[in-house]
């Protein structure tokens, strides 16, 4: 017993220790965005893509470099290898034969080749490649950060939206439940009839179903910010932006006017560099059919004996050197190269179709983005006059029903409406924040 209450003291002491562990951040939505580029986890693999290109390209330059290599080889023959010789050499009778074996039991063959290519035509194409390469991954990083910066205007609305639509519901709902209980003592004075209550009770069940799904979509929104932010899914998180000061900050019709430069956009940089890797791939074909030259330069030593003894002082040791070059001429592969090339051909004439199609595309998207950008900003201000125009008409509404002069069906109705007027603002501030990332990554204005 005495033990159990040691460890039930010592845990609750350290409770506090755990609770400091996990410290709430606060993010405005411009440090939400630059926090998400270091630490979201595809930005990071985007990073390290970079790095292991800078390494590729290192590699492939290596290959043209001098190659240094060196070898030991030790040899003992369990059982050496008998020759027979003509006896007539050691004075013996012609026709017959003597077993001989040739040279020690042990032997130690030490041995460095300095290999230098001279000429390789496929090397050179491997240089302009390397470049390339890296290039399509820093494309494929900016890329990634713009929609990692996409994503996080996305989850940070979806959040500033969530926490709204659960406070507005908490609102109607406090109305509301007055609301009910004038009207409920009104009919039990007898001067209401039951409907009204009823109906203001269908009401009120309607927006507590609403708030528990909102407060639930409120819970999720927060994790999937925090997984695009790069933090753990249950991370504490407080947001400092408001959803309607985001909307109007967002609001730039200048963006409308930007010139349609289809070369910032990164999926067409993408493309264009996918048909420049299209035909370095048909250069390293073509260049198959030269010939590649290399020199080497290689010295050995050799030691000899029954007995291991390679480590002694008197150990003799024979050297041997020798400088070469090697010249390898292709003359003849029944048409594999030639096949291999048209192959590399058709595969440009696709690249260079789907740049085509990606311009095109890209084109298509801007003008599609400018359109929804547009859209949105003028439905931001239809919408908040709508709203305006709900709250008067359900004031008006209550007002009458509460005089005697208005139905509760009349009331309802204009509850609902103003309770739709109040999502479509909400839905509305939302469009114009995240419409105009869209135009932005379409443009590429935010790199360029």
């Given at each position: 017993m005495k033990q159990t209450l040691i460890l039930i003291f010592s845990l609750l002491l350290g409770l506090p220790i755990f609770s400091q562990e996990i410290q709430e951040q606060s993010f405005s939505l411009q440090e939400a965005i630059d926090y998400a580029l270091e630490h979201n986890?595809?930005?990071?693999?985007?990073?390290?893509?970079?790095?292991?290109?800078?390494?590729?390209?290192?590699?492939?330059?290596?290959t043209g470099l001098p190659q240094l290599d060196a070898k030991i080889d030790y040899q003992n023959f369990i059982k050496q290898q008998v020759q027979l010789v003509p006896a007539e050499f050691f004075g013996g009778n012609q026709g017959e034969?003597?077993?001989?074996?040739?040279g020690t039991k042990q032997s130690v063959n030490a041995s460095a080749t300095l290999n230098q290519l001279l000429f390789d035509g496929s090397y050179l194409v491997g240089l302009q490649s390397a470049k390339v390469?890296?290039?399509?991954?820093?494309?494929?990083?900016e890329k990634t950060d713009l929609e990692v910066r996409r994503a996080v205007i996305n989850a940070y609305g979806n959040v500033l939206l969530s926490k709204e639509s659960v406070e507005i519901l908490n609102r109607n709902i406090q109305v509301v439940e007055e609301n009910l209980n004038e009207t409920d003592k009104i009919f039990q004075e007898g001067l209401e009839e039951q409907e009204s209550v009823e109906q203001l009770q269908i009401t009120l069940s309607g927006l507590k179903s609403n708030l528990n799904r909102s407060e639930r979509l409120e819970r999720l929104a927060y994790q999937m910010?925090?997984?695009?932010?790069?933090?753990?899914?249950?991370?504490?998180?407080?947001?400092?932006?408001?959803?309607e000061a985001l909307a109007l900050q967002n609001m730039s019709l200048d963006l409308l006017n930007v010139e349609e430069n289809v070369s910032n956009n990164i999926d067409f940089q993408i493309a264009e560099n996918d048909k420049i890797s299209k035909e370095l791939l048909l250069k390293l074909e073509k260049s198959k059919f030269l010939p590649t030259l290399n020199a080497f330069v290689n010295g050995a030593y050799m030691g000899?004996?029954?007995?291991?003894?390679?480590?002694?002082?008197?150990?003799?040791?024979?050297?041997?050197?020798?400088?070469?070059?090697?010249?390898?001429?292709?003359i003849f592969s029944s048409g594999m190269r030639s096949a291999a090339t048209q192959r590399a051909k058709i595969n440009l004439e696709k690249a260079e179709t789907d740049l085509t199609e990606t311009e095109q595309q890209i084109k298509l998207e801007i003008?599609?983005?400018?359109?929804?950008?547009?859209?949105?900003?003028?439905?931001?201000?239809?919408?908040?006059?709508?709203?305006?125009?709900?709250?008067?008409?359900?004031?008006?509404?209550?007002?009458?029903?509460?005089?005697?002069?208005?139905?509760s069906f009349d009331l309802r109705q204009a509850q609902t409406q103003l309770y739709q007027a109040q999502q479509d603002f909400l839905q509305a501030m939302l469009n114009v924040i995240n419409f105009k990332v869209d135009l932005e990554t379409a443009l590429n204005t935010i790199n360029n």
């Open positions: 986890r595809s930005a990071l693999n985007a990073q390290k893509d970079i790095e292991a290109a800078e390494q590729q390209k290192w590699e492939t330059t290596a034969f003597l077993p001989v074996t040739f390469y890296l290039e399509i991954s820093e494309n494929a990083k910010l925090n997984i695009t932010l790069g933090l753990d899914i249950n991370s504490p998180v407080t947001l400092t932006d408001d959803l000899n004996s029954n007995d291991f003894s390679f480590l002694q002082n008197d150990q003799l040791w024979y050297g041997s050197s020798l400088l070469g070059v090697s010249l390898n001429i292709p003008a599609k983005a400018k359109t929804e950008y547009q859209y949105a900003i003028e439905d931001y201000e239809i919408k908040k006059e709508n709203l305006e125009l709900a709250e008067r008409i359900e004031q008006k509404n209550q007002t009458k029903f509460f005089e005697g002069i208005g139905s």
